[in-house]
């Protein structure tokens, strides 16, 4: 099962900022938490990736609590062609060194005109 | 853009056909992956193999069968499926280690009749 929770949709308008969040209370020292999207049953698309300090990339940024409780994607700027669902995953070790992406419902994202 | 292309994009097949999904990434990961997603349900992991070896297999019943004959290619291989098989498969590939992206391709569309 997922270990993360998320809202199932969310709206934005064009032109604000989409602030997605995520739990994922039960994360472990060294799990990172990733984040994707996935657009019209397209192969899912990475977005950004931390462990516990935040991080900004072209696309967004992912704001980490202290914690490491749970997390925040940021879109600045939202456009529609961001409208999609947006999966927040912790990365599952499945044997040492190796790693399982295991991905939950998501949150469709909305950005309206 | 993305670096794992999967062919073909669609395919439609009858219960008794024989036929095989295929996977190339041009990325240098030694880990690859086949997910299934079926409507309006998150995706599914079916499959990993890391180092050429099957590192995972979630219960998949044995009409669906991989082959991983080097790093690059991945294979799945499909014998008399069902119309609940019907779905979109993705391939993804990655490299083994904490804090390491997984990336998609565009997945294969298959339809059962």
């Known amino acids: 099962d997922a270990k993360t929770t998320q809202p199932p949709s969310m709206d934005c308008a064009e032109g604000r900022a989409a602030n997605l969040p995520c739990n994922h209370s039960?994360?472990?020292?060294?799990?990172?938490v990733y984040w994707y999207r996935q657009i019209h049953s397209q192969g899912p698309q990475y977005i950004i990736h931390?462990?516990?300090n935040n991080e900004t990339n072209e696309m967004a940024s992912l704001i980490i609590t202290e914690d490491r409780k749970s997390s925040t994607l940021i879109l600045p700027h939202a456009t529609l062609r961001d409208t999609a669902v947006y999966y927040c995953?912790?990365?599952?070790?499945?044997?040492?060194?190796?790693?399982?992406?295991?991905f939950g419902p998501g949150t469709r994202l909305s950005v309206l005109p | 853009e993305t670096g794992v292309t999967q062919t073909p994009r669609h395919l439609v097949m009858g219960m008794t056909n024989k036929k095989s999904l295929k996977c190339e990434q041009h990325?240098?990961?030694?880990?690859m992956y086949w997910y299934k997603q079926s409507a309006k349900k998150p995706l599914e992991l079916m499959f990993v193999?890391?180092?050429?070896?099957?590192?995972e297999n979630n219960s998949v019943p044995s009409r669906f069968s991989p082959e991983c004959p080097n790093s690059s290619h991945l294979f799945l291989h499909l014998h008399t499926l069902q119309p609940e098989d019907s779905a979109l498969y993705l391939c993804?590939?990655?490299?083994?280690?904490?804090?390491?992206?997984?990336?998609f391709g565009e997945g294969s569309w298959l339809t059962v009749v």
């Open positions: 993804a590939s990655s490299q083994e280690g904490y804090g390491n992206t997984i990336y």
């Open positions: 039960t994360i472990s020292g060294n799990e990172y």
């Open positions: 931390g462990l516990k």
């Open positions: 995953i912790v990365r599952v070790p499945f044997r040492p060194g190796g790693q399982n992406f295991v």
């Open positions: 990325l240098g990961h030694n880990a």
């Open positions: 193999y890391s180092l050429e070896e099957r590192v």
